[in-house]
């Protein structure tokens, strides 16, 4: 068993580096997809609203590994 999860742990570790930074940007991501989905009117800031959130978990995440 503990080799499954040691087999597991390095195949998502060749994809995600960063447990939250990925886990931010897929919640980013479920939270404007609801939000054009149910908010009427959406549409003309949906778009500017994505690429803010995902600038300020970009940065988020350089400033807290720059500090380590």
């Not at 040691?6 to 479920?30: H, K, P, Q, R, S």
């Not at 778009?47 to 807290?64: D, K, M, N, T």
């Amino acid at each position: 068993m503990k080799l499954l999860k040691t087999i597991l742990d390095e195949a998502i570790g060749m994809f995600v580096d960063d447990g939250a930074f990925a886990a931010a940007i897929v919640i980013w991501l479920a939270v404007i997809a609801a939000l054009a989905r149910f908010v009427a009117g959406s549409g003309p800031w949906a778009g500017g609203l994505l690429f803010l959130g995902l600038a300020a978990i970009l940065v988020e995440s350089a400033v807290r590994r720059a500090r380590e």
